[in-house]
């Protein structure tokens, strides 16, 4: 199972956009909680990623910050609580007059319907790393495309911005299993891992609780009672997930009818999909199928009630592109290589 691949995968569901923020003695702002995954990138200056539970953590030029399923955050220029920073402005602003002393890049997916991969949900909620420019210097040139793409309209973003930030997300997560193993995150335990595995790679097989825990290497009742702490859920409602992640990539990414795509991810007829389909993303695979991307510079009228309901951090992070002042750059100084402290517990939002 390449984790990394079906993450990307599922990730795609939703729509990619970003924009550069610049600001000269701003406090700093407060991002929402929303439904999918971003990421920020510190191009000048310092700041502080405030939290509600944790400790600020400081970041410095070059930092990565994923928020891995869009967990309440806050980017500050000092320590302080987040309830105390204004909420991010919204909209399609332009970059603030005259000289700025802190800039960031901010991207993400934003899914109109469901919920970030079951992977990425199973990390901290917020993961702030100091990437290794020098061992993996092709992410500095990512980003500073990235960062280009996104400074101003030019024709093409719709496509690029999504090949770029698969490619920077794929390098984040990698960097953060070097430096804390491999594997699904938070799973140590043999026999969860190799059941997760089991319905990674054959999702449409008809999965019971005693089939993955003959996978698993363990009794019914102690595979039952040890995937629900693992992973906070008991195995038959994570398949059902998995399943349905599964048919909603394949109805975006395939013309496949839907009754293959239910035999595909394990469901005997078309009308079961449906059924546990719109239970969980709350719209018909018909609908979802037909429904557009939102992109960077436009959003579809199909989606005008889903955009309607999307919260700040989403025309922050994934708004209209916005025109910068002035070229885009990012000196090779602004790089640095060392880890920033780690909490990796799932109840908090963490910083690698």
Same mark, same amino acid.
């Given at each position: 199972?390449?984790?990394?691949?079906?993450?990307?995968?599922?990730?795609?569901?939703?729509?990619?956009?970003?924009?550069?923020?610049?600001?000269?003695?701003?406090?700093?702002?407060?991002?929402?909680?929303?439904?999918?995954?971003?990421?920020?990138?510190?191009?000048?200056?310092?700041?502080?990623?405030?939290?509600?539970?944790?400790?600020?953590?400081?970041?410095?030029?070059?930092?990565?910050?994923?928020?891995?399923?869009? &967990?309440?955050? =806050? %980017? @500050? *220029?000092?320590?302080? +609580?987040? $309830?105390?920073?204004?909420?991010?402005?919204?909209? /399609?602003?332009?970059?603030?007059?005259?000289?700025?002393?802190?800039?960031?890049?901010?991207?993400?997916?934003?899914?109109?319907?469901?919920?970030?991969?079951?992977?990425?949900?199973?990390?901290?909620?917020?993961?702030?790393?100091?990437?290794?420019?020098?061992?993996?210097?092709?992410?500095?040139?990512?980003?500073?495309?990235?960062?280009?793409?996104?400074?101003?309209?030019?024709?093409?973003?719709?496509?690029?911005?999504?090949?770029?930030?698969?490619?920077?997300?794929?390098?984040?997560?990698?960097?953060?299993?070097?430096?804390?193993?491999?594997?699904?995150?938070?799973?140590?335990?043999?026999?969860?891992?190799?059941?997760?595995?089991?319905?990674?790679?054959?999702?449409?097989?008809?999965?019971?609780?005693?089939?993955?825990? &003959?996978?698993? =290497? %363990? @009794? *019914?009742?102690?595979? +039952?009672? $040890?995937?629900?702490?693992?992973?906070?859920?008991? /195995?038959?409602?994570?398949?059902?997930?998995?399943?349905?992640?599964?048919?909603?990539?394949?109805?975006?990414?395939?013309?496949?009818?839907?009754?293959?795509?239910?035999?595909?991810?394990?469901?005997?007829?078309?009308?079961?999909?449906?059924?546990?389909?719109?239970?969980?993303?709350?719209?018909?695979?018909?609908?979802?199928?037909?429904?557009?991307?939102?992109?960077?510079?436009?959003?579809?009228?199909?989606?005008?009630?889903?955009?309607?309901?999307?919260?700040?951090?989403?025309?922050?992070?994934?708004?209209?592109?916005?025109?910068?002042?002035?070229?885009?750059?990012?000196?090779?100084?602004?790089?640095?290589?060392?880890?920033?402290?780690?909490?990796?517990?799932?109840?908090?939002?963490?910083?690698?």
């Amino acid at each position: 199972m390449d984790l990394l691949s079906e993450v990307i995968r599922t990730v795609r569901v939703g729509s990619a956009a970003g924009r550069v923020i610049r600001s000269s003695g701003s406090p700093g702002m407060r991002f929402p909680a929303f439904s999918g995954s971003g990421i920020h990138i510190v191009l000048r200056g310092a700041c502080w990623l405030i939290t509600e539970d944790a400790e600020p953590v400081p970041l410095k030029p070059g930092d990565v910050v994923l928020t891995s399923s869009g &967990a309440e955050h =806050g %980017l @500050s *220029r000092s320590p302080r +609580a987040l $309830r105390d920073l204004p909420p991010a402005e919204t909209g /399609p602003i332009p970059p603030a007059p005259g000289p700025f002393d802190f800039e960031f890049l901010c991207s993400s997916y934003r899914l109109a319907h469901g919920a970030a991969p079951r992977y990425l949900r199973a990390l901290p909620d917020l993961i702030a790393i100091t990437p290794d420019y020098d061992a993996h210097p092709e992410l500095r040139v990512l980003v500073d495309l990235l960062g280009t793409d996104v400074s101003g309209a030019q024709m093409g973003t719709g496509a690029t911005l999504p090949a770029l930030l698969d490619l920077i997300l794929v390098h984040v997560l990698r960097q953060w299993h070097e430096r804390h193993g491999t594997g699904w995150p938070g799973t140590e335990d043999p026999g969860i891992a190799a059941a997760l595995r089991a319905m990674h790679d054959h999702p449409e097989h008809p999965w019971t609780v005693d089939r993955l825990s &003959a996978a698993a =290497g %363990l @009794s *019914r009742t102690a595979f +039952a009672r $040890r995937f629900a702490a693992v992973m906070g859920q008991p /195995p038959m409602k994570y398949l059902i997930g998995l399943r349905l992640d599964r048919g909603a990539r394949l109805l975006r990414e395939t013309d496949a009818p839907l009754a293959a795509i239910a035999r595909q991810v394990g469901y005997a007829t078309e009308f079961a999909f449906s059924g546990a389909f719109r239970r969980e993303y709350g719209i018909s695979p018909s609908h979802f199928r037909r429904t557009p991307h939102l992109v960077a510079d436009g959003v579809g009228e199909a989606d005008a009630d889903a955009v309607d309901a999307v919260d700040a951090v989403d025309a922050v992070a994934v708004g209209g592109a916005v025109p910068a002042e002035g070229g885009w750059s990012f000196p090779t100084d602004r790089y640095a290589s060392t880890p920033i402290a780690t909490n990796t517990t799932d109840s908090t939002a963490a910083a690698p």
